[in-house]
């Protein structure tokens, strides 16, 4: 891997910035460098969200990725909109397909369609689906695996709300199994 720029955009609330993060320290633990640079707007829940990720063998110059995308993972109809003709060809749109009915309508890129939000709901807990859209990653790249998504999750949550960190292992699990 040389490096790898990934965007996540949706909806404040649908843990984007979360999502995020934690794929920032998965990369920190595997002793890549990362840069994460978030962007929200001022309402916060139910406005705009995205940050974006860089993940690289090598010094980052800039932390900016709004071109040249890698990987977009879209949970809404705004996301794909505003940042679908940034992906590289080449490139892969990961897309929250219970919310995003359309198309993605170009041939370029891998689309990878996963139908995170009905799912989380499924498991009791709409606010996984950012989790459930994490399959997508672990599916379709090689920056990590099952078991770095399980610790960096416990590092995060276990402590304080074991609980959380088992659904959102959970929510994981249930997205490998939609992408199977």
Known sequence: MATTRILFSGFGGQGILTLGQLIASIALNKGKEVTWMPSYGAEMRGG??????IISDKMIGSPITSTNIDILCAMNIPSIVKFLDNVKPGGQVYVNSSIVKEPIDRTDVEAVLLDATNIANKLGNIRVANMVMLAAFLQKTDL?????????????FAEKYPQLAALNVDAVKQGLEALA
Not at 48 to 53: E, R
Not at 151 to 156: K, S, T
């Open 144 to 156: 990590f695996t099952f078991g770095d998504v399980e610790e960096v999750l416990h590092q995060r």
């Open 48 to 53: 705009t969200a995205n940050c974006s990720v």
